[in-house]
């Protein structure tokens, strides 16, 4: 299968947060699984290394080719000859429509001119791409758009729409609030919707959770569909882990300045916000370091969470380390050393750290939503059960939770049960690709 895969971010090339990872790796693995893959992304200043594809009037596209199957495109323009993604200094750039519409266009071009089997188009920046090829294209090749982030919709005032090739008039038809929407645009002209976790997918038609777009996505709810994420498993998984799981626990007590006993070490690696759970967490956090336990944060985010943990570390120095930054040793360490890892979101598309401490031998505590509820099943309410799962978000269940994991670490057989089920999971990217595989067949068959 031959396949256009758009973003406005891509690793190792332009990352601003995890889309970056998300859509390299996607990629990667339809090539491994022997598909014909082109990436586009805007062709910013900071890329090297690219050498010219094909040359047009005002802009020009340019390749970096990673192998036979996986073939890098960047779209140059001076549009994108700026230091930054989406902007610069906290402030996006005051052109943004202009940047992500021509871009789109473009990648529709030369995607036609490629003669691909279906274009892949993430979040809003490409959303426009999809209208472009309805309008232009009569939208020969399949659309699938992918959602990995509802909360940012590219919103923007409809006499915008003349500064794009198609006119505000096209707009007309998908306006939301009187407003451009180019998120509510994919979900409505895509020929497939996804998300990164069933259980999202079946969330953001909520009102909770749809961010003001839920009665579109109900509209779109046969076309619409969940695909977790995977991890890459060359950097998370350890071959002994299992064998070696007390060794990785007494270097990470050692490596954190806790001394090396026998009690549960529950992790965390977040981002301090009340969407990771940090409000209920913070308000049951006292009575959690009653017990017999020891606790290990690494992360940044909200300024009042860094305030309260500091004074926890001022408390609890011999059960607790607080560490307010980004360190990637660091958290390798926390996801293969410690017994429990916590996971309190109050909603979580699709989340990384459950799979990557899952495959360490290390078990989730999670709230049940999204991406959380697709791979974390109850000890005791499931067969084949991982983890432990509370469901009504509260600093209560979070504390009955905590201290389920407690009691359970007393038990060391089914302590050795759950890492192995956990070790034994399949949360690669090869498997991710698969499905997206069969998506990509059922749109270019019924559409």
């Known amino acids: 299968m031959k396949i256009a895969i758009a973003s406005a971010e891509l690793f190792p090339f332009a990352k601003v947060g995890g889309l970056a990872d998300a859509v390299s790796s996607l990629a990667s693995s339809l090539a491994k699984r022997g598909n014909e893959v082109y990436t586009f ?16 009037d005002n802009y020009e596209i340019t390749i970096i080719k990673k192998n036979d199957n996986l073939k890098h495109l960047f779209v140059k323009h001076n549009y994108y000859d700026r230091e930054g993604v989406y902007g610069e ?44 090829s309805l309008k232009k294209f ?53 020929d497939a919707v996804n998300t990164v976790s069933k259980k999202y997918a079946e969330e953001i038609m909520t009102k909770e959770f749809g961010a003001g777009l839920e009665d579109v996505l109900i509209h779109r709810k046969d076309r619409l569909f969940g695909i977790i994420n995977g991890i890459d498993e060359d950097v998370w998984r350890v071959k002994d ?19 090396e006993r026998d009690v549960p070490v529950f992790g965390l690696v977040s981002r301090l916000a009340d969407q990771k759970g940090f409000d209920i967490l913070i308000k049951c956090l006292y009575d959690f370091l009653k017990e017999d336990i020891q606790f290990v944060l690494l992360g940044t985010g909200d300024p009042r969470y860094h305030e309260e943990f500091l004074k926890v570390q001022e408390k609890y120095r011999d059960k607790v380390s607080i560490n307010l930054k980004f360190d990637e040793e660091l958290a390798l360490k926390i996801y293969r050393g410690s017994d429990f890892f916590l996971m309190p979101s109050r909603f979580e598309p699709c989340g990384l750290g459950q799979m990557i401490s899952l495959v360490n031998g290390t078990i989730p505590i999670v709230r049940k939503t999204g991406g ?17 799962v509370f469901v009504e978000y509260s600093e209560k269940e979070l504390l009955n939770a905590i201290k389920r994991g407690i009691k359970l670490y007393k038990d060391k ?18 498997r991710s690709a698969g499905e997206y595989e069969k998506l990509y ?6 559409s």
């Open 41 to 56: 992304l805007p062709g910013f200043k900071f890329i090297n290394g690219d050498e010219r594809f094909l040359k047009k």
């Open 89 to 132: 200094k906290g402030v996006e750039y005051p052109d943004n429509f202009e940047r992500f519409t021509f871009f789109s266009e473009i990648l529709i071009e030369i995607s036609y001119e490629l003669n691909v089997d279906v274009i892949h188009l993430n979040d809003w920046h490409t959303a426009y791409a999809s209208l472009y």
């Open 138 to 190: 009569n939208k020969k090749i399949p659309v699938l758009y992918t959602i990995h982030n509802l909360a940012y919709q590219g919103i923007y005032p409809l006499e915008y729409g003349e500064r794009c090739k198609l006119g505000k008039d096209a707009f007309i038809p998908y306006l939301h609030n009187n407003m451009i929407n180019f998120m509510k645009i994919g979900i409505l002209t895509a």
């Open 241 to 259: 882990i299992l064998e070696r799981k007390g060794d990785y626990k007494k270097e990470l007590q050692r490596f954190v300045g806790l001394n």
């Open 372 to 388: 959380l509820a697709d791979t974390v099943r109850d000890l005791e309410y499931e067969n084949d059960g991982n983890g432990i």
């Open 413 to 430: 057989d089914m302590m050795n049960l759950l890492r192995r089920r956990g070790v034994e999971s399949d949360f690669s990217w090869n």
């Open 441 to 446: 067949n059922l749109i270019r068959n019924k």
